[in-house]
């Protein structure tokens, strides 16, 4: 019994309850919202490439064009991230931080099996109930890898992957086009491509391309490579108010106007 109390996450006792309530049509349960994003990687002959797209949203608003989905694991090893953004960003920090420890404690760089395995473990504790669907693509010491971790735990080791509700956009440009043994050029101009049908395809992809480019001798990062949705018309003296236009800033200057400062302040 100490040891349930102690264990921590989450608790799903209550889960038959809210179960019962719904059917009753006592409780209108909340729906989860549909998530929208293009992610992928691919494996080259010199390392591998991930790509993403830069919207985020809200239900059926676009809050962000051009976030970053793009999520730093270690120096060789990144994490492209589809879900809940809170989800993707926390659950890849924190393997970020275990990975820099296990590599302070051991002296050598970190596999991209290590993070999977954290990845993978962290995921399946929670059930589903953490919204990180991943791409993770890295170079180590047996070469390059690219891997899929989905929400509940289960993963998958492939030449090529892709994730998010773009996916299968993305998926049937690599079906066409991939071949074993791409320089690295290739590769990226295909992930290009891949992203760029998400983005075309599916509403809740969409912005900007992002591409990240891992081999041996570490990570490229190239943001924004393609801008696929630029504004095209923009007012001539938008946001342009006069002096004195803030009745805040007058009233601030007269309340600090006779406020003295010591000689042994430093103000910026």
Sequence with gaps: EA???SR???SFDLCDRNKNLAQDGKVNVPKTKKTGTTICGIVFKDGVVLGADTRATEGPIVCDKNCEKIHKIAEKIWCCGAG???DTENVTGLI????ELHRLATGKEPRVITALTRLKQRLFQYQGYISAALVLGGVDVDGPHIYTVWPHGSTDHLPYATM???SLAAMAVFEAEYKD????KE???LVNQ???AGIWNDLGSGGNVDCMVITKKGAKMMRNMETLNDRTFHAEGFYKFPKGTTELAEEAKKRFANVSISSGMEVE
């Design 181 to 184: 043994d791409m320089d690295e």
């Design 3 to 5: 040891f349930q109390k």
């Design 194 to 196: 891949a992203i760029q």
């Design 8 to 10: 921590g996450g989450f």
């Design 164 to 166: 998010g509700s773009g």
């Design 96 to 99: 970020e931080s275990q990975l």
């Design 84 to 86: 809940t953004s809170a």
């Design 187 to 189: 590769a990226v101009q």
